[in-house]
């Protein structure tokens, strides 16, 4: 069935550090990808989102691109802040209503 | 705009004991999802709606589960009875109209369910 793989946490960066966080996807068709990001005490939140190969989605500095030949949608930003520290969804949407959700990546940033 | 509102936030209650779960939905969305958070199992869909008919409940972990749509802007999450292994964060999600573009799931603040 689909499912998505994300780099394990946490990753503890600091401040105006470089973030990549890995995640790929597998998936028999070409399905939609997103980020979603889910701050302390609240929901989650779309980030970004592509919908076609080599798209690129981008919000907040946080940049993904659509890789089909790698099957990847990597999430990254050049210059992180405490503020970002959150944890981090990477997800797939293909025939039909519903997300499949990677399992998570905790990101901390330290000032 | 109002987004997704859940109650209660927070719930503890004993084993044996029915729970209910709230969420209304962002006036003119017509998908609700129902999802558990747990630090095992990460984020799961229980079920979802579309039209106030449920289109897919192969989530639900078992009888104990129901939800409802009693009409288009509200659904409950009830589980009886309640069991500790039932201690999760649930969260609900509304979607506008498939067709209007955006597509995107919108999510309440979830309900943190400790059952002792």
């Known amino acids: 069935g689909d499912s998505v793989t994300q780099m394990e946490g946490p990753v503890t960066l600091s401040e105006e550090a470089f973030l990549t966080i890995n995640c790929t996807y597998t998936a028999t068709g070409y399905p939609s990808l997103f980020w979603y990001v889910q701050y302390p005490g609240e929901g989650l939140q779309l980030l970004l989102k592509?919908?076609?190969?080599?798209d690129k989605g981008s919000n907040k500095g946080f940049e993904a691109t659509y890789r089909k030949e790698t099957t990847s949608f990597h999430l990254e930003k050049g210059s992180v802040q405490v503020s970002d520290s959150a944890v981090y969804f990477c997800?797939?949407?293909?025939?039909?209503?519903?997300?499949?959700f990677g399992a998570g990546t905790i990101l901390r940033v330290k000032s | 705009d109002a987004g997704v509102i859940q109650s209660p936030r927070h719930e503890v209650t004993e084993m044996g004991q029915e729970v209910t779960l709230r969420c209304k939905l962002i006036s003119g969305h017509n998908s609700l999802f129902w999802y558990r958070q747990t630090m095992m199992r990460g984020l799961e869909l229980l079920i979802y709606f579309n039209n106030n008919v449920p289109i897919d409940d192969s989530g639900m972990p078992e009888d104990r589960f129901s939800a409802k749509m009693p009409n288009a802007s509200f659904s409950t999450l009830k589980i009886q009875p309640s069991e500790p292994r039932d201690s999760a964060v649930y969260f609900c999600a509304s979607r506008p109209p498939t067709g209007g573009g955006s597509n995107e799931q919108f999510f309440g603040p979830g309900t943190r369910l400790t059952v002792l």
């Open positions: 997800a797939l949407r293909w025939r039909g209503n519903k997300l499949v």
């Open positions: 592509a919908t076609k190969a080599d």
